[in-house]
């Protein structure tokens, strides 16, 4: 099974800045196929990147993956107040299929 | 617009059963998606149970919930079932089914569609 660790846990930051979200593998990630989801409380999760690069349809550009093998990457490259959130990174190259443990983004 | 409409809340005593259900609009049975059941406990992370390939027939589960989870469908509505049985208090959580989509056919894949969630609350 693969272990998807995601770093750091919080991230406090203000609206108009960059996020940098981290998701780690314990093994390589077949095809690189790694998602990012973000959830809001009280919301299902919503699908932002597949593919570790591609985004979903009606993501904003102001959202970026990037990463290969093991070592993964969302760039929030400036912050809405809409995108305070939890963000979860999971894989679909093996099964079971697997999700990180989340980082949430919060409001300085 | 692909929609997964889930059955309502339950509460249910330990030792029991619970049949979560999950109507999917669109082409999805027709088409090479998976449907994913994935569950979240308060306050807690994102866990797959396992999936259904509509196209086939066929589940597939992850390890922690072979034998105590099922998953069927009825595709003349096209609805999928997750039946999780010998219920503990561990199993309070919600319970999400989505659509699963990627290169292929199997469950291999990224979720695009969520539905939005059945709470399951296991307690005597």
């Known amino acids: 099974e693969i272990v998807l660790t995601q770093s750091p846990g919080t991230l406090s930051l203000s609206p108009g800045e960059r996020a940098t979200l981290s998701c780690r593998a314990s093994?390589?990630?077949?095809?690189?196929?790694l998602a990012w989801y973000q959830q809001k409380p009280g919301q299902a999760p919503r699908l932002l990147i597949y593919g570790a690069s591609s985004r979903a349809t009606g993501i904003p550009d102001t959202f970026s993956g990037s990463g290969s093998g093991t070592d993964f990457t969302l760039t929030i490259s400036r912050l809405e107040p809409e995108d305070f959130a939890v963000y979860f990174c999971q894989q679909y190259g093996s099964s079971p299929l697997t999700f990180g443990g989340g980082t949430k983004v919060e409001m300085k | 617009q692909v929609q997964l409409v889930q059955s309502g809340a339950e509460v249910k005593k330990p030792g029991s059963s619970v049949k979560v259900s999950c109507k999917a609009s669109g082409d999805t049975f027709s088409s090479t998606y998976s449907i994913a059941w994935v569950r979240q406990a308060p306050g807690q992370g994102l866990e797959w149970m396992g999936g259904?390939?509509?196209?086939?027939?066929?589940?597939n589960y992850a390890q922690d919930f072979q034998g105590r989870a099922t998953i069927t469908a009825d595709k003349s509505t096209t609805t999928v079932y997750m039946e999780l049985s010998s219920l503990r208090s561990e199993d309070t959580a919600v319970y999400y089914c989505?659509?699963?989509?990627?290169?292929?056919?199997?469950?291999?894949?990224?979720?695009?569609?969520w539905g939005k969630g059945t709470s399951v609350t296991v307690s005597s």
């Open positions: 093994q390589s990630v077949s095809a690189n196929f």
């Open positions: 259904f390939i509509p196209i086939f027939g066929v589940a």
């Open positions: 989505a659509r699963g989509l990627g290169i292929g056919v199997g469950v291999l894949h990224y979720m695009d569609v």
